[in-house]
Structure formats: structure tokens, C-alpha cells
């Protein structure tokens, strides 16, 4: 092909490229200025049953949607509010080892000591060749508790390496106390309850009955010894546990993630009160019922924990405001309290027991700033 040619041909299929650029951006070009074209939807269309996928909602400047405010009155308390104080007297100045025997008593040092030795005569194998057991005593069951608080404040990877010594690890004064042979063997053999499993239907036969008579007393030593203030909690408590049980919970987004799980009614980190609950059985009886709330389930049975630990409280003679969260709140649960002249606070859901619908707006909905709604229901301010 002769040279003209040729550069003819090339510079016509550059101004077809060119050409079909132009096109190509003319056509992308029209597309944005279709879609950015705007629709305005007066404000008066927009009602709560607005759809979830209908775009940017205009904020409502009609407050008629809502209730107004109600007027509410307050619960006035027949005494003053008070602060948190110790029970016990005055001039009593307590060290660290002297106020955990407020709760681990002598009696109750005696009893393990001695539910230790059965159960270790009880399962010991005679006919291996392992270390002979040498019963305990309350001294030694003390050392040895004592060692398990210092493990769990000073973890270690293993249970041995507190009584190594070599370069690579801390020297731990726990060893001056005790062998690490002595301190596994009376872990193996441990016992707080006694041999015998309790009879079907007693009052002992609970699940958590190898804790007792241990249990109990912690329960008692926490009224006993403190009165709480006038702004308490009721919450729920996770205590460790990575074993196998059917008896433990499983909650992923939670410190800790597995183990036992315990009701607690607590004044700033003191635990007063607590209920025990288990996954497979859910929580025990309690001795205090809701007569307007019956027990319809597992679900229901924590209002009625609420009500039952609250009433542990002297509240005839004190001034108490309780607050949980919305996994305990419920509007039959409130108005009882005040009825005895309890006040309480929590957060509520939409999902919660005879809750105002009309109280209920939809996400996509923006209201307008600093708008106040309300219901009142049986002594209950929403």
C-alpha cells in the first residue's frame, strides 16, 4: 500500500476512536444529570408508615404525632436519702485478712476442712502408687485459699511455674508455704459440701448444692456487715467458668464471654444481694412474687427476681431508688415498687410489656430537637 494511503487510513480510524469517546462521555453525562434531578415530598405525606427504603426523610415539624407531656409527680420518700455505711462499730479498724473473715468464717473453714478429708478417704485409690493422702487442716485450708487468690491477681501460663526457679521466671513468695505436689493434691481433693448428694425435693437440692453451705454465708456476711445507699442496681454478673456444664451461658459481646450467671443487687461494686440462675433449669424460686406479673416461663422469671431482691431490702425503713437495664424493665415491675415506696429508673424497650404503641416511631422519622413526649401508667412515667 502506497505511503499516503496508509496515513489516510490511520488518521481515520483515530477520528473514529475520537468519535466514540465523545459519544461514550456524552451518554455517561446524561445518565448523572438524570439521577441527580431531585423529587420533593411535601411533609404532610410523610406518615410512620413511612417505607424503609424511601430515601432521605425530611425532619417533622409537627409534633401532633406524639403525645404531649404528661403532667407527673414524683414519689416523695417518707425518710431522708443516705449514704453507704459499714455495719459494724466505729472504732473498729479492719485490715485486709480480717475483713475476708467476715465472710470465710472458722466455722465455715471447719466444715470444708472436713468435707475435704472425707471426700478425699472417700476417692482416694489405695491400690495405685501415687503420693499417700495426709489429712488437712483448717491452717493449711487457709494457706492454701490464700495461694489461689495470689494465682488468680498473678496469673501464670502453668500451674507449676509458680514454684519454678530459674532466670526465666519470678521468684513468687507462695513456695515458702507450700509444695506445688501439696497445693495439686488438696486442689484434687477439694470439697465444700458434703459426700452425700441431697435428697429429691429437700431444700438443699439445688444445682449449685455442692457450693453450699458456702454460699449461704457469703450471702448472709454481705447483709450482715453493710448497709447499702439509696441509689442501688439490679444487674446480671458472669462468674468464669470454661469447663463443660450445662449449666453455663454463652454471651459472645460480654467481658466475659462463658460462664456462670448470677442476679445481683449491688451499691458501687458491693454486691448485697445475688440469685443464682442456671441455662438448663433457669433461676430458683424466689420466695417474693408479683402477684399482677404471674410466671409465664424462663423470659418472665427475672421481674419477679427483681421484685424478690429488692424486697431483701429494708425499704420500710429506708429510702431506696433502684435502676436497671431494659432486660429488667417492665411497667407492672415499676408501678408494684412504688407501691411500697420504692422508686426505680431503667430503659425501656418497644418490645416491653404494656408498652404506649403510640409512643413507638419509626427509625427513619427525625424529629425535631429538644421535642418531649410522655405517658403516665400506673404511677409510671414514660
Known sequence: MPRKALQETNSNIRTSARLQNATKKASVNSRVK????????????LTAEAPKNAGKVEKIKDPSILPPLPDFTPMVHRVKAHTAYNMLHDSLILNAYQIFTLFFTDDMFNIMTANTNAYALEHLDEHTNGRPWSPTSPAELRIWVGITIYMGLN?????????????????????KFMTSLRFEQIKRFFHISTTDKPAPGSDNDVWYYKLEPLLSQLRRSSKR?????TNVSVDEAMIMCTGRSKHTYKMPNKPIDEGYKIHCLADHGYVWDFHMTSNAEGPDPVAHTLTSLPALGITLNRWHIVYHLICQLPYKFRAFDVYMDNWYTSLPLLSELRKLNIDSCGTCTTNSLNYLSSLNIVKMIKMMYQQYSGHVQDGVAL
Do not use: A, C, F, N
Not at 34 to 45: D, E, F, L, R, V
Open 34 to 45: 438524570q439521577s441527580s434531578k431531585t423529587t420533593t415530598i411535601p411533609s404532610q405525606t
Open 155 to 175: 496469673p501464670m501460663p502453668g500451674l507449676r511455674d509458680y514454684w519454678r526457679h530459674d532466670d526465666e521466671h519470678p521468684l513468687h513468695p507462695i513456695t
Open 225 to 229: 456487715y453493710r448497709m447499702p445507699s
